[in-house]
């Protein structure tokens, strides 16, 4: 409603809203007996941010089981600055169940926005642009770059590789020359107001998007 921006409405203050369940229902003689469940979240509850199928799962057996359908598709992000969209990206990445986050350049990377999503993906870190090509390489993996530079072309009309690694550059900077020369093409997302670019976890997820709508089925 409008002016309802300090969480008020007409029927008073907004109620806290519950994530997640309580204690398995029925106590420990109702407990199922089945190793993926995790006794500590089947006594106390299990609040976690993660789907209903999951719910009471040991982190370790959501990870096997998400191993079983991870999407061809790999997520790479140039670490120049302590960038706070990194988190972002991973947390978006995890949403796509992708094959592997890759942070290149600097190992340490702004976890806070990915809301532990990492825990469920697998990071990899590579030192500098030539240990990731190589990396690229040996797994028959494109390197596509996701940037509005000289050269570019359009990510809205043509088919992206099936077995790619999207690339995203910092927020200051962008990609790297380095990055760019590594990158088999480049694409960006158009844009039609006045501003140059748009957030670098806003882009990764239109580029996760624009991948997914090609080659995930329903
Ligand atoms: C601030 S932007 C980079 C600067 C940009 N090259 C420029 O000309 O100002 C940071 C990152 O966000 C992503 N990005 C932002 N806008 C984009 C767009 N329109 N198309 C593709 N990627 C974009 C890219 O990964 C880019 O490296």
């Excluded at 694409?187 to 976890?201: C, D, E, L, M």
């Amino acid at each position: 409603m409008d002016g309802d921006i300090d969480g008020e409405h007409d029927g008073g203050p907004t109620p806290e809203r519950e994530v997640g369940v309580g204690p398995w229902p029925g106590g420990r003689e109702a407990w199922p007996e089945d190793e993926r469940y995790d006794p500590e979240l089947l006594e106390h509850g299990d609040r976690r941010n993660v789907v209903d199928g999951y719910r009471y799962w040991r982190l370790e057996a959501i990870v096997a089981d998400l191993d079983t359908r991870r999407a061809p598709l790999h997520v790479a992000i140039e670490n120049l600055e302590h960038d706070a969209n990194i988190g972002s990206i991973v947390r978006t990445a995890n949403a796509y169940n992708v094959a592997g986050v890759h942070v290149v350049g600097r190992r340490r990377w702004n976890r806070r926005g990915a809301m532990v999503t990492d825990r469920y993906l697998h990071v990899h870190h590579h030192p500098d642009v030539a240990a990731f090509a190589a990396w690229a390489e040996s797994e028959g993996v494109v390197v596509v770059g996701i940037d509005n530079v000289p050269g570019s072309t359009p990510i809205e009309t043509f088919r992206l590789p099936m077995r790619t690694v999207l690339v995203f550059g910092s927020e200051g900077p962008g990609l790297s020359e380095e990055m760019q020369r590594a990158c088999a093409e480049i694409r960006h997302i158009t844009q039609h107001g006045s501003t140059r670019s748009i957030n670098a976890g806003a882009a990764a997820a239109v580029a996760m998007f624009a991948w997914a709508t090609q080659h995930l089925a329903r």
